[in-house]
């Protein structure tokens, strides 16, 4: 059983900073790739970021444009979101997704893709 725990959002005016994290137990880290969706209302789960388990470069959604950063912290099993400049347009619930992977570098950027999902955490950003 994969368990994915979100934490980290809450209400934030435009231009702050934001730090999502995403917890699982080691042995889901060590083989799953993981990444970051969002949903605001009435629109579809888009894709946020996404990270293999190994060494590997990670993949952002064309709308980041830079401000937001992944990474990952083996010593505490933790996928983090490090979100910058955020904009009232980044308002969503904010999903952690993982996937089993024998590839340490692949990465998957689609929603289908990924069979575990975290709760979901609302990150909302105010004009």
């Known amino acids: 059983q994969v368990h994915l725990v979100e934490s980290g959002g809450g209400l934030v005016q435009a231009g702050d900073s934001l730090t999502l994290s995403c917890s699982t137990s080691e042995w889901t880290f060590s083989r799953y790739a993981m990444g970051w969706f969002r949903q605001a209302p009435g629109k579809e789960r888009e894709f946020v970021s996404a990270?293999?388990?190994?060494?590997?470069?990670?993949s952002y959604g064309d709308f980041v444009k830079g401000r937001f950063t992944i990474s990952r912290d083996g010593a505490q099993n933790t996928l983090y979101l490090q979100m910058n400049d955020l904009r009232p347009e980044d308002t969503a619930v904010y999903y952690c997704?993982?996937?089993?992977?024998?590839?340490?570098?692949?990465?998957?950027?689609?929603?289908?893709?990924?069979?575990?999902w975290g709760q979901g955490i609302q990150v909302t950003v105010s004009s």
């Open positions: 990270v293999g388990w190994g060494d590997s470069s990670p």
């Open positions: 997704a993982a996937v089993r992977s024998f590839v340490g570098a692949a990465y998957y950027t689609d929603a289908s893709q990924y069979d575990y």
